[in-house]
């Protein structure tokens, strides 16, 4: 796995897939990027449920201003960590080791432009942070959900649908924007 655009470009991620951690694949992201277009460029982003950092790292090279990434275990967040120190990118993000909805309840708004969500499949933890994100109300936020290819997207509750909504293998991703 490796950062496929941008000034990080090339650089290879330091977490393998395997067991929980399930990073977004070189293609998707390619897709999700090329999506999002120049939204990532100056863009505040949060990177919840982190584990490889990929989607953060890959804000990052694309000219995202800066970059949160939320990630519950230690050692997938101390490998973010050592990556942004390796990759001279550290003074431009910052890693919190905690629970993904705490965290987003701890805030007082909604402080980012872009928002990335690629919790475990089986859980209903998509539709919590969408539901999060849904009442936060910034109009210029967009939400990027990464769900299972067969999964029912949380748009149904909210009434606001995807911008784009595209599948890779077992995963799709959707993208969401208020107003």
Same mark, same amino acid.
């Given at each position: 796995?490796?950062?496929?655009?941008?000034?990080?470009? !090339?650089?290879?991620?330091?977490?393998?897939?395997?067991?929980s951690l &399930?990073?977004? !694949?070189?293609?998707?992201?390619?897709? +999700?990027?090329? #999506?999002? !277009? /120049?939204?990532?460029?100056?863009?505040?982003?949060?990177d919840?449920?982190?584990?490889?950092?990929? +989607?953060g790292? %890959?804000?990052?090279?694309? !000219?995202?201003?800066?970059a949160?990434?939320?990630? *519950?275990?230690?050692?997938?967040?101390?490998?973010?960590?050592?990556?942004?120190?390796?990759?001279?990118v *550290?003074?431009?993000?910052?890693?919190?080791?905690?629970d993904?909805?705490?965290? +987003?309840?701890?805030?007082?708004g909604n402080?980012?432009?872009?928002?990335?969500?690629?919790p475990?499949?089986?859980? #209903?933890?998509?539709?919590?942070?969408?539901?999060?994100?849904?009442?936060?109300?910034?109009?210029?936020?967009v939400l990027? +959900? %990464?769900? /299972?290819?067969?999964a029912?997207? /949380?748009?149904?509750?909210?009434?606001?649908? /995807?911008? &784009?909504?595209?599948v890779?293998?077992?995963s799709?991703?959707?993208?969401?924007?208020?107003?």
């Amino acid at each position: 796995m490796r950062i496929i655009a941008g000034t990080l470009r !090339g650089h290879r991620l330091r977490c393998k897939p395997g067991g929980s951690l &399930r990073p977004t !694949g070189e293609r998707m992201r390619e897709s +999700l990027f090329s #999506s999002l !277009g /120049p939204l990532v460029s100056g863009a505040v982003v949060c990177d919840l449920f982190a584990g490889s950092g990929a +989607l953060g790292f %890959e804000s990052l090279s694309r !000219g995202a201003e800066y970059a949160t990434f939320v990630e *519950s275990r230690r050692k997938l967040a101390d490998s973010i960590s050592a990556a942004a120190d390796e990759w001279d990118v *550290s003074q431009r993000c910052r890693v919190v080791c905690a629970d993904a909805l705490s965290f +987003l309840a701890s805030l007082g708004g909604n402080p980012f432009d872009l928002l990335f969500a690629d919790p475990p499949f089986a859980s #209903s933890l998509a539709h919590r942070v969408f539901d999060w994100w849904a009442a936060s109300g910034r109009r210029s936020a967009v939400l990027v +959900l %990464e769900l /299972p290819a067969a999964a029912d997207g /949380p748009v149904e509750a909210a009434g606001i649908t /995807p911008a &784009r909504h595209a599948v890779f293998g077992e995963s799709s991703y959707r993208i969401y924007q208020q107003g």
